[in-house]
């Protein structure tokens, strides 16, 4: 595996490799790697020739209040990690590569970043589009990656790629869980032994609450059920609960499908976020 700091090296590797007739697969991370990251790079490994992974804490996508200072990160295991995945590069910058002195250009989607977590999170998803952005100009991709446990976030960065006519393929790879169901996350690293005796909890309660919309259609008292026993646990408190339209992230009255359960809590300090997808 090839390490790369600055961006001229990796890109001038990358076009080498593009006018051999070879197929680039990336997977953007910021890093403290667990098996979900893992499965995208498998599964880049399978589709492309080259599969590029960056490891980068993106300043701009933290609110003012958020965890950007104590984000987990261990840079030595994750190198160790993608080397026995045999990726091919990695590309970890520091702030001054990615953000130059004088930077004043972001990338921003609107409307589908005005709800779910974009509705918490004001200026997140244009930290996000604009790293991304970045990103797959340095990379230059056939294909990018990205887990659906962040699916608002995929779906942001589809919408970024179709409108500004980046030549990509999105590929949004399924949730990957801990054995008693909660989703993978590096800020599960934050839950004390206590809290993450309760963090499955979220995703089992998300399913009985998507049974009873398939039973009985009515959304509005199956997401306030979902909220009440969510916020009977010990230490929970909802961000939010919503069936979407999976397509769109439109609020739904009704089960239809393609519909999308989605819901953030937070547990004690750590903000968790998981859904559920039926197409």
């Not at 589009?129 to 779906?155: C, E, M, R, S, W």
Request: net charge negative.
């Amino acid at each position: 595996m090839e390490i790369f700091r600055d961006i001229t090296s990796l890109r001038n590797r990358i076009k080498k490799d593009k006018l051999e007739g070879k197929k680039i697969g990336f997977v953007p991370t910021m890093g403290y790697l667990h098996e979900g990251h893992l499965s995208l790079v498998q599964q880049s490994k399978k589709k492309a020739d080259i599969t590029v992974v960056s490891i980068y804490v993106n300043p701009i996508q933290f609110g003012p209040n958020e965890d950007l200072d104590k984000y987990p990160r261990d840079i030595e295991r994750d190198e160790k990690l993608l080397q026995d995945l045999e990726v091919d590069y990695l590309f970890y910058p520091d702030d001054s590569i990615m953000y130059p002195e004088g930077f004043q250009t972001y990338v921003e989607v609107v409307n589908l970043t005005d709800l779910l977590c974009g509705k918490s999170r004001p200026g997140h998803f244009r930290g996000v589009t604009t790293v991304v952005a970045k990103l797959f100009n340095i990379v230059l991709p056939d294909i990018a990656f990205f887990g659906q446990k962040d699916y608002q976030q995929a779906l942001v960065i589809k919408r970024m790629v179709n409108d500004l006519n980046f030549p990509l393929e999105i590929e949004v790879c399924p949730i990957v869980r801990e054995h008693d169901g909660l989703a993978m996350s590096s800020r599960n690293a934050y839950l004390s032994e206590e809290e993450r005796k309760i963090a499955p909890n979220f995703y089992k309660t998300l399913q009985i609450g998507m049974e009873k919309a398939r039973e009985s259609g009515n959304l509005m008292e199956i997401k306030s059920w979902i909220i009440g026993e969510l916020e009977g646990l010990a230490g929970v408190k909802v961000d939010y609960i919503e069936f979407v339209d999976a397509n769109t992230l439109e609020k739904l009255d009704k089960y239809r499908k393609p519909i999308l359960l989605a819901g953030a809590i937070f547990l004690g300090k750590t903000r968790l976020i998981d859904n559920i997808l039926e197409k």
